[in-house]
């Protein structure tokens, strides 16, 4: 099973981007599809994920700003950011947890905001 991620990229504060992870393989039971950050220096970080029945759960410093969303029947995530700020730089990385495979990393794709 693999995830690719895409997306990422340069933005000023304020501006908006669009990430994107379809996983690809033989995965059964998806439990959660979601996205993590890691900025340079800290530990990587939850910033939102989706169950499989569609409730979501966000990072406190992302709320109202960042939007997650799924496509099942292609088992693609998207994240949608706005109102993005110099602090929300980070390589982000899909995730996805699952009866089989239980846990997949995607490759990261890296989102800059400039100040």
């Known amino acids: 099973v693999q995830l690719q991620a895409s997306g990422g990229g340069l933005v000023q504060a304020g501006g908006s981007l669009r990430l994107s992870c379809a996983a690809f393989?033989?995965?059964?039971?998806?439990?959660?599809m979601g996205w993590y950050r890691q900025a340079p220096g800290k530990q990587r970080e939850l910033v939102a994920y989706i169950i499989n029945g569609g409730s979501t759960n966000y990072a406190d410093s992302v709320k109202d700003r960042f939007t997650i969303s799924r496509v099942n029947v292609k088992n693609t995530v998207y994240l949608q950011m706005n109102s993005l700020k110099p602090e929300d730089t980070a390589v982000y990385y899909c995730n996805l947890r699952a009866g089989s495979p239980d846990e997949v990393w995607g490759q990261g794709t890296l989102v800059t905001v400039s100040s």
């Open positions: 393989g033989r995965i059964f039971n998806i439990y959660t």
